[in-house]
């Protein structure tokens, strides 16, 4: 079992070679110590000091013989003179200023004034474009908005002045229409009138006819209800009425038979019935003779939905 102390058991191991350098630290403290002594007696100088004394007497005496020379000693040695400290260097003058910086200093700052200056220019310019820029589009704009108030203004003129040729025109054509149906009117009741005469009197001269012309004119007594029949199978329509009203319409023909235009002249109240009527007359597009060759410009129509 060991017998290591349990703290020592984990220290470090000891460093080798201790004692060895123990021993040199000792031997060179021994070395500058000696060293030191000897510089200390070598700087050191014996100073002889020497006396006089005169001796006097009450009573004349006689005086001694002179006591022998004494032994010239020899000389100490003679001082070292300490050595001359060296004088002082001179310093050196300094330098004289660098004026190649301070120049290059001024000239940047000048450059940098002159960088300012024709920066502000340049500003100052730009800012005077814009403006007259500005000035310029202001001006445009106002132009263009006077262009714009006389070309409204003459727009406006003109209108007005279609209104107005508008408003005669459909005034023209409103006393227009209304003398063309009045006349309209008037050839619809002579029609009618002249077919209710010829179907009374039998036509062509028959007896009892009060006309002086040999032979009457104006449709045949048949001619009508063959028109009649000519439109009816046109006509479709199958909604259910109150009544049987009758629609009254007037039909302009061309001088070879084809349909011109429909009116309607008088409705039946019932606007399916007459727009039913309209179309069936609209596909006939052509309507027959008389039996004299000949169609009437302007033919009444009546029709009635249970007829």
Known sequence: MSTTPRHLEFAPPPTPGLLRALALAILAHAVLLAVLSVGVQWKRDAVQE????ELWAKVPTQAAAPAPEPVAEPEPPKPVPPEPKPEPKPEPAPPPPDTTKADADIALQKEKVKAKQLLEKKLALEKAEVEKKKLAELEKQKQAKLEQDKKDKAEKLKKEQADKLA????????????KDAQLEEAQRQAVIKNAQRLAGAGGNGAPGSTGTA??????????????AARVKPNIVFSESVNGNPAVEVDVRTSPTGNILSARVTKSSGNKAWD?????????TEVLPRDTDGTIP???????????
């Open 50 to 53: 020497t006396f006089e004394a």
């Open 167 to 178: 408003k005669a025109k459909e005034e023209l054509q409103r006393k227009q229409d209304a």
């Open 214 to 227: 040999a032979q009457s004119s104006g449709p045949s007594p048949s001619y009508l209800g063959r028109l």
């Open 275 to 283: 727009e039913a009527v309209l179309r069936a007359i609209e596909k």
């Open 297 to 307: 410009s302007l033919i009444p129509f009546s029709f009635r939905p249970k007829d």
